[in-house]
């Protein structure tokens, strides 16, 4: 498909955003609030009646960004992790209003990002030295290096750091990896000082740590491998006090290890969302008391083989939204675990295919980045759907990577998603335009 020509993009860009209302909230975790429960309840811009007039406003164009990984927004500006054409891994910060490039850095280490306190932060090898392996935090305004905090020496082993999750002042994150301990800690986002370090991981074991932790009423909640059944370690989930790095408490379910999971929060509950290491691999998901540790509900999900290991369930007032490891999305009641709806309805030309994103909830629309196989060719999709009942109210599509997994953003009036670059959608009305290809 042929690009639309620049002038035209940019005025779009100025009629479109100039619409939008004052920035009144930010988008600083991947899963929206340091919660990672997809639900921005200030969003009342779009809404299921609006939300098929959305029109691309404008389309990013830097070589920098090739596929995305994770999008954040923090003052106007878009922060993206990605690769560049050469495959080197990036992070980039775009003009929120624009989508023009003000700077990149190389030293992205994968993992996921988070923003606050005029910074953005992530893993990194500190400056591309592959024997040190820790988080980053860049000025926003030009992407110098601020702090770097290490955690591991990768060395000849490995190791692996979570994304991190800001709340306040305050990071947290996770690291571990072969002939590693896994540990949770908890850093001054301004400084990069260690505030304290937890373990909640044994025997060279490292699991669910890509998920990220959840933060809410005083908690950090996070996969770990330290539960002890029958005199065996298994995985489980872990409670931390935010303020001591006590493990309050720990949950094991039936005891069964299993390879990957994700955890979000809402009010006094956890969802708590794994893959079990059975001959089945059931998914499941369970909802756990946030100060006790106990079991309110479990509900299994349809297994497959699209890899959402890493998809948090997302929770909007008394509903719960979960992408099972078949692309099944469920639409659970959130104190029951009881099934509202459910849907598989992609459409007939996708196909479904890795990577894809938690569902991100505003003003009763569902928004969700999928890898779709379309003729032959990889596409990332990014649908609206509505909460209610799960019908596909709006959709756009362009050429991609099939891993994408990055979750869609709805802030201040705009929608933004991977579409191989970066785009941004905006009201008043019109037909959605499909963004250029490569």
């Known amino acids: 498909?042929?690009?639309?020509?620049?002038?035209?993009?940019?005025?779009?860009?100025?009629?479109?955003?100039?619409?939008?209302?004052?920035?009144a909230v930010n988008w600083t975790n991947q899963g929206f609030s340091a919660r990672i429960d997809g639900f921005n309840a200030k969003e009342t811009t779009?809404?299921?009646?609006?939300?098929?007039?959305?029109?691309?406003?404008?389309?990013?164009?830097?070589?920098?960004?090739?596929?995305?990984?994770?999008?954040?927004?923090?003052?106007g500006k878009i922060f993206v992790a990605?690769?560049?054409?050469?495959?080197?891994?990036?992070?980039?910060?775009?003009?929120?209003?624009?989508?023009?490039?003000?700077?990149?850095?190389?030293?992205?280490?994968?993992?996921?990002?988070?923003?606050?306190?005029?910074?953005?932060?992530?893993?990194?090898?500190?400056?591309?030295?592959?024997?040190?392996?820790?988080?980053?935090?860049?000025?926003?305004?030009?992407?110098?290096?601020?702090?770097?905090?290490?955690?591991?020496?990768?060395?000849?082993?490995?190791?692996?750091?979570?994304?991190?999750?800001?709340?306040?002042?305050?990071?947290?994150?996770?690291?571990?990896?072969?002939?590693?301990?896994?540990?949770?800690?908890?850093?001054?986002?301004?400084?990069?000082?260690?505030?304290?370090?937890?373990?909640?991981g044994q025997d060279n074991e490292f699991f669910g740590a890509n998920s990220g932790p959840a933060v809410a009423g005083g908690m950090v909640y996070e996969a770990c491998q330290q539960i002890v059944v029958y005199q065996e370690t298994v995985n489980g989930l872990c409670a931390v006090s935010a303020s001591t790095g006590a493990v309050v408490w720990t949950y094991s379910g039936n005891g069964t290890n299993y390879d990957q999971s994700a955890v979000s929060v809402s009010g006094n509950t956890v969802y708590f969302a794994q893959v079990l290491n059975t001959t089945s691999n059931p998914m499941l998901l369970s909802a756990l008391n946030a100060q006790t540790g106990a079991l309110l509900w479990s509900s299994n999900g349809n297994n497959g083989s699209n890899q959402n290991w890493f998809v948090p369930p997302t929770i909007a007032g008394k509903s719960i939204y979960w992408l099972d490891d078949s692309a099944t999305l469920w639409?659970?009641?959130?104190r029951t675990g009881g099934t509202l709806?459910?849907?598989?309805?992609?459409?007939?030309?996708?196909?479904?295919?890795?990577?894809?994103?938690?569902?991100?909830?505003?003003?009763?629309v569902l928004f969700i980045t999928t890898g779709c196989s379309e003729l032959g060719g990889n596409y990332v999709t990014i649908f609206a759907l509505d909460a209610s009942n799960g019908?596909?109210?709006?959709?756009?599509?362009?050429?991609?990577?099939?891993?994408?997994?990055?979750?869609?953003?709805?802030?201040?009036?705009?929608?933004y998603s991977d579409c191989y670059e970066v785009c941004a959608w905006a009201l008043p009305g019109g037909s959605a335009r499909r963004p250029k290809s490569r």
Request: glycine share 10%; net charge negative; with cysteine.
């Open 1 to 23: 498909m042929n690009p639309y020509p620049a002038r035209i993009l940019l005025l779009s860009s100025a009629v479109l955003l100039s619409a939008l209302p004052a920035q």
């Open 46 to 75: 779009i809404s299921t009646s609006n939300v098929a007039n959305l029109t691309l406003a404008w389309q990013s164009t830097t070589a920098d960004i090739n596929g995305v990984v994770a999008l954040l927004e923090d003052r």
């Open 82 to 200: 990605s690769a560049d054409q050469n495959g080197t891994a990036d992070l980039v910060a775009l003009n929120g209003s624009t989508g023009a490039e003000l700077w990149e850095v190389d030293d992205y280490y994968g993992g996921g990002i988070s923003a606050g306190a005029g910074l953005v932060f992530s893993p990194c090898s500190n400056g591309g030295d592959d024997n040190q392996e820790g988080l980053c935090a860049y000025d926003q305004k030009n992407g110098k290096q601020k702090w770097f905090a290490l955690f591991a020496c990768q060395c000849d082993f490995g190791a692996s750091i979570s994304r991190p999750t800001i709340d306040g002042s305050d990071i947290y994150v996770e690291y571990g990896g072969y002939s590693y301990d896994e540990n949770l800690v908890k850093l001054d986002a301004r400084t990069g000082a260690v505030i304290w370090s937890t373990q909640i």
């Open 331 to 334: 639409a659970l009641n959130a």
């Open 341 to 364: 709806w459910s849907t598989a309805n992609w459409g007939s030309f996708c196909s479904p295919n890795t990577g894809w994103s938690q569902p991100e909830s505003v003003n009763g």
């Open 391 to 415: 019908t596909v109210l709006w959709q756009d599509s362009e050429g991609s990577h099939p891993e994408s997994s990055a979750s869609p953003m709805i802030v201040n009036g705009g929608l």
